[in-house]
């Protein structure tokens, strides 16, 4: 899930890559997440069921995109667990396409894929560093407009 950004037709957003029960990878977008009733708000690693159009909305051509039908959310069971150094986690993963960045700009260019898994060899270096607390003006601007309708 990314970090959510304003939206001046759904008030906050956000885009999700799940995979499927046929080991497919699926973006979900447009997802108000934080706005959806509590009993459709997925975790992690959690199965849902849920309509979806045939593609991304508007211009979104990538592969993995589908336009959600949010009303249709329905939670199936727990996410799965992380015990066991994630292994009901891991019978899924394992079981996806792995890439290396070459691969998947290359399936890019092809055939409009562009979620995938990559298995670094070496890690050289991590940098973590904070984001700003406060939303960009436009956005605060964004998100105003909905304070004034509570």
């Given at each position: 899930?990314?970090?959510?950004?304003?939206?001046?037709?759904?008030?906050?957003?956000?885009?999700?890559?799940?995979?499927?029960?046929?080991?497919?990878?699926?973006?979900?977008?447009?997802?108000?997440?934080?706005?959806?009733?509590?009993?459709?708000?997925?975790?992690?690693?959690?199965?849902?069921?849920?309509?979806?159009?045939?593609?991304?909305?508007?211009?979104?051509?990538?592969?993995?995109?589908?336009?959600?039908?949010?009303?249709?959310?329905?939670?199936?069971?727990?996410?799965?667990?992380?015990?066991?150094?994630?292994?009901?986690?891991?019978?899924?993963?394992?079981?996806?396409?792995?890439?290396?960045?070459?691969?998947?700009?290359?399936?890019?260019?092809?055939?409009?894929?562009?979620?995938?898994i990559v298995q670094p060899t070496e890690v050289l270096d991590l940098k973590v560093e904070?984001?700003?607390?406060?939303?960009?003006?436009?956005?605060?601007?964004?998100?105003?407009?909905?304070?004034?309708?509570c």
């Amino acid at each position: 899930m990314t970090y959510p950004h304003p939206s001046e037709s759904h008030q906050e957003l956000v885009c999700t890559a799940g995979i499927t029960e046929e080991r497919e990878w699926v973006r979900l977008y447009p997802i108000n997440y934080r706005y959806r009733p509590s009993n459709q708000q997925f975790r992690k690693y959690q199965w849902i069921e849920i309509g979806l159009a045939d593609q991304g909305a508007g211009n979104d051509n990538r592969r993995e995109s589908r336009n959600p039908d949010l009303e249709s959310i329905k939670l199936l069971g727990e996410p799965l667990s992380s015990k066991d150094n994630w292994s009901s986690r891991r019978k899924i993963i394992d079981q996806m396409p792995h890439n290396t960045r070459l691969e998947l700009e290359a399936l890019y260019e092809s055939q409009r894929v562009s979620l995938g898994i990559v298995q670094p060899t070496e890690v050289l270096d991590l940098k973590v560093e904070p984001v700003e607390r406060e939303w960009k003006p436009q956005w605060q601007a964004t998100l105003n407009q909905f304070n004034w309708l509570c």
